[in-house]
């Protein structure tokens, strides 16, 4: 029963995502028979270690997203992966793409940011600001966190649409927020409640055109059929 629920997890989160393009998955290797999917993967040592994640990810035709792939590349499993500190260094090992890093405030949330990202100029996720919300995490009743985030913020919004993508938005979660001079990564980290929270807290998808870019952000809500 657990596995089939880490099963329908990983397929929502993968059509959450809008799936692999072709032309991407072309350029993943293979997942081998001695390796588990990296979706799952994240899953079982979310309930192993006791950690977290969030996924950022570069939406590009030429770009190979390994975070956007996540239901589709394997890992290999690592009997030495004890702790989460022995899990990054695996982590930055076999996703040689990806940073991998700690939150600031809380070093069980581990943050898989694609390495093209960092170096976009004026990149939100790095930017910082001030904020005073109270309300809804997700979006989908007139506010929610990203929402409010986006009056002072340019180029940040949340993820909208008529199909799956707002199907699972979080509209459960309240939370109160006092940020000063806080990174836009911290602030949408930081206020979440972990207990039976989702293992992933949230994805931030990013499409660059031209010069500028956008990001749009998805929080994945509560861990459902508890």
């Not at 991998?100 to 930017?127: C, D, F, G, R, T």
Request: glycine content about 6%; proline content about 3%; some cysteine.
């Amino acid at each position: 029963m657990r596995n089939l629920e880490l099963l329908v997890s990983s397929i929502i989160l993968f059509l959450l995502s809008g799936g692999c393009k072709t032309s991407n998955i072309m350029n993943i290797r293979e997942r081998t028979t001695n390796e588990v999917i990296l979706s799952l993967y994240l899953v079982e040592m979310s309930e192993k270690l006791g950690c977290y994640f969030t996924f950022e990810h570069l939406k590009s035709d030429s770009h190979t997203s390994l975070v956007n792939a996540r239901n589709v590349i394997g890992i290999s499993q690592d009997p030495n992966v004890t702790n989460v500190r022995s899990l990054i260094s695996k982590l930055r090992h076999d996703l040689q793409d990806c940073m991998v890093i700690e939150s600031e405030n809380n070093p069980s949330v581990l943050h898989i940011i694609e390495a093209p990202l960092i170096k976009l100029k004026n990149y939100v996720m790095e930017q910082k600001t001030d904020l005073t919300y109270s309300g809804d995490l997700g979006t989908g009743k007139g506010q929610g966190l990203v929402l409010e985030i986006a009056k002072t913020v340019e180029n940040i919004g949340p993820r909208i649409g008529g199909d799956l993508r707002t199907a699972f938005d979080d509209h459960l979660t309240k939370v109160t927020v006092k940020a000063k001079n806080e990174k836009i990564r911290d602030i949408l980290t930081d206020r979440v409640p972990l207990t039976n929270y989702s293992p992933f807290l949230w994805i931030a998808e990013t499409t660059k055109v031209g010069l500028r870019s956008k990001t749009v952000v998805q929080y994945f809500g509560p861990k459902r059929n508890q």
